[in-house]
């Protein structure tokens, strides 16, 4: 592969993993608020952001495997604490989403699946849930160089360039 | 071929962390039953607390099913927003805190120099 062709390739990959995080960024926000969006669009939002998940992770695969394969070896501080965080918050987020399921109101039943009621779930749904948006809070913190970089190049030049190729063009006219 | 195996694995570290803790879950379950602890204390459905005039009992994050609509978008807004602030705040906290260290290392840097 020639090195124009990896160039492009990680412009696509970076493309890809902003428009993804920032829809699991919007739909986790969603989801946040059961009370506001219904139980049902909380159940089916929440259930439908693992396949997203799966696609953030298939996407940082490199860098996983990596920092496992290194972990105990020589890494900086910032790698190791960083993936010591995504582990936590990929354990949250699979409590958050067994917890949900064992006190599903809508997404399971309409399956037809109906677990004994025990409301210890809801508590353990709850903690883990205001938990995730501490560890979010770091997660986003650690990447908000990367955050601010990419939107910048992708979001904010794209748009300023527009309005200044159009501001030009009413110029010419 | 290579993607395919990779959600697998994904997929089954997803499994294990959810049978990890449903089992620790009911192992709890099980050992406050053992010691003595009531059903309903225990968060067990069909054992009912003894309630005074058969007042509803309150759950948290049970209320307010089937708010109106722009009661309902505001508290969506009003959540959202908090939610955001919480982020935002760590993001500061941290940032700051990441600025701080630089500065102090690179102060007894220019000390030891």
Redesign the interface.
Known sequence: MTETQTNINMKNRTKIKLVLDTIIFIAF??A????????AIHEWLATSL?AVL?VH??LS?DWITRITRRFIGKINNQSRFNYILNWSL??DG??I???GFMISESLMPALGIQF???????????LSTNLF??L???H???H?SWVVETFKRYVFQPVFRLFATSEKKDIAA | MK?LG??LI??A??AL??GI??TV?SA??AASSAIGVPAFE?????VRPQIPNHERPE???G???G?RGGV??L??IL??VK??G??A???A???WLKDFMRKRKRDLQQVSE
């Open positions: 926000l969603i946040m608020e059961p009370r506001s969006s219904g139980i693992i799966v992770l298939l695969w990929f354990i699979t409590v989403m067994l917890s004994p009621r025990n409301f210890a779930w809801r508590g353990i749904h709850e948006i501490l979010l809070g770091l986003t913190a650690l908000w | 993607i990779r959600i994904i997929l570290a997803f962390v959810m803790a449903y879950v709890a379950n225990r968060g067990e459905d069909g759950f948290p994050g209320e307010g099913h708010l309902s978008g508290r969506l959540g959202t939610n955001i919480i982020i705040i760590i993001v906290l941290v940032l």
